[in-house]
């Protein structure tokens, strides 16, 4: 098992930052892939931005490319989403997997761990 709690979520502005964080403890070494996944209200849980371990690689969806910057470390099992010149489209619960096997990084159900989520709202 892996267990994972994101923090960092908030209420801002339009145009605004606002940095999430998620921290990773269990069976940690069975990883090697986090990603953020977001979900608003009524809609399908949708790929954010993920980070592979094994190649050094990071995806991001073409919504949040040039805005959105992925990081992490593999040996403090941590990973962080720095989201810059957020807009009201932004709005969402924001999720951290873990993924052990190798399924497509962009799909949800490529990731077998999930945290709770931290709701991010943008808004004037």
């Known amino acids: 098992q892996v267990q994972l709690v994101e923090s960092g979520g908030g209420l801002v502005q339009p145009g605004d930052s606002l940095r999430l964080s998620c921290a990773a403890s269990g069976r940690t070494f069975s990883s090697n892939a986090m990603g953020w996944f977001r979900q608003a209200p009524g809609k399908e849980r949708e790929f954010v931005a993920a980070i592979s371990w094994t190649v050094g690689h990071t995806y991001y969806a073409h919504s949040v490319k040039g805005r959105f910057t992925i990081s992490g470390d593999n040996a403090v099992n941590t990973v962080h989403l720095q989201m810059n010149s957020l807009k009201p489209e932004d709005t969402a619960v924001y999720h951290c997997?873990?993924?052990?096997?190798?399924?497509?990084?962009?799909?949800?159900?490529?990731?077998?761990?999930w945290g709770q989520g931290t709701q991010v709202t943008v808004s004037s």
């Open positions: 997997a873990s993924r052990g096997g190798f399924g497509y990084i962009m799909s949800p159900s490529a990731f077998n761990y």
